[in-house]
């Protein structure tokens, strides 16, 4: 193991910065599918394979609708696919602005931008506030991203 | 180009463990679409954009309700969307898992959990067991991402 | 800082060329969901969740059918599902390709087969050619995402 520090260090505060929002993310995305989870055991519905209306343990009384679409389980299986959208491309392309060498400030900015912009959205989706309130929160957790590839690619194309 | 060995190295064995992994699951990822083709093919069925319903060499016979969707296709379109949902989770999470430089053993049961779980719930999902089943499996492919994330963040909040 | 060139720097060429492919297949990836926003806007239809709806400064004057699937609409979303299945495979496997030392040739041959296949495979799909054309695209971009974690298997089993 090599032992002078390297970019990909903790002591590096950029990349230190960017494994926390990273891991902030990482726990939104894999929580998010339990939420569905948790609303589909809660109403008994909107499951989506035939045999998940099957008597088991889960499901011990079947009722005849259970494979129907369920709005309440529908709206989480809805965050989840903008979640899987958005949250993988805001990993890797957070990993490469790391890389090329932006400014803390930079960094911190837009990771952070990122997040909060995503707990933002996530809140508005849940409470079904306005589609322009979410829009607008997704809309800055998209730009935030969008920033990080266009500083990575003027580094790339000018080095 | 650094002589001395690094972390995002084969000569260590913690990446070297991730990358062996990681590749089993790629793969799982990428082969997952070709179940759908090769299903869409056998059945002449399940297909989604209008103009899939032409003639064409692939179709060479093209039949009424080839755009309705069809239970043995979609099962695969759902096993695949269950793979988007945790994938690209894993292999990212795994990575900066092994950047925070975790012990080699805590490592290797994370990754082959992962692996393992992921294989018994693709079994479980193409042959339509009981939900309960396919839900216990998930679980395990699950919690071991989060474990990994929480060892992500305790390193990087007490470093 | 480490001062010497690392396999993770801009002086490295294989990792030059993976992170402008990557850099413009993340914008491709995060331009998409615009193309439905911006399609929705357009034909005022298409919506997902019942509040988008509702009379707003973005939907002025709502009027019924606002929430069933527009094809318009709905081929924005099936290629950005497309995207998601195919961009962050890519995006990982490239790293680790890079990461176990492969020829630059190969990696130049692999990363803008992926690229241009994909920009084909948009083309293709935005148009509504036929299936065949489509796929043949999406062929290539699969194969050579596959041949980047076969090539890093190798490496990593024969290390």
Chains 1, 2, 3 share one sequence.
Do not use: C
Request: glycine share 2%; no cysteine.
């Amino acid at each position: 193991m090599t032992i002078e520090s390297t970019v990909l260090s903790l002591d590096n505060p950029v990349f230190a910065a960017y494994v926390l929002a990273a891991s902030v993310m990482l726990l939104k995305l894999l929580l998010q599918p339990w939420m569905t989870v948790i609303r589909m055991m809660k109403v008994r519905a909107g499951f989506r394979s035939p045999e998940d209306a099957k008597q088991s343990p889960l499901n011990p009384a079947p009722v005849s609708g259970q494979l129907e679409p369920n709005e309440y389980v529908e709206r989480s299986r809805r965050m989840n696919l903008n979640d899987l959208e958005s949250i993988p491309a805001f990993l890797v392309a957070g990993l490469l602005f790391v890389l090329v060498g932006p400014p803390l400030l930079l960094a911190e900015v837009l990771f952070w931008t990122y997040v909060l912009a995503r707990a933002a959205h996530f809140v508005a989706y849940a409470t079904a506030q306005l589609h322009d309130v979410r829009a607008t929160f997704w809309t800055f957790s998209s730009l935030s991203i969008i920033a990080m590839v266009l500083y990575t690619l003027y580094q790339v194309l000018t080095r």
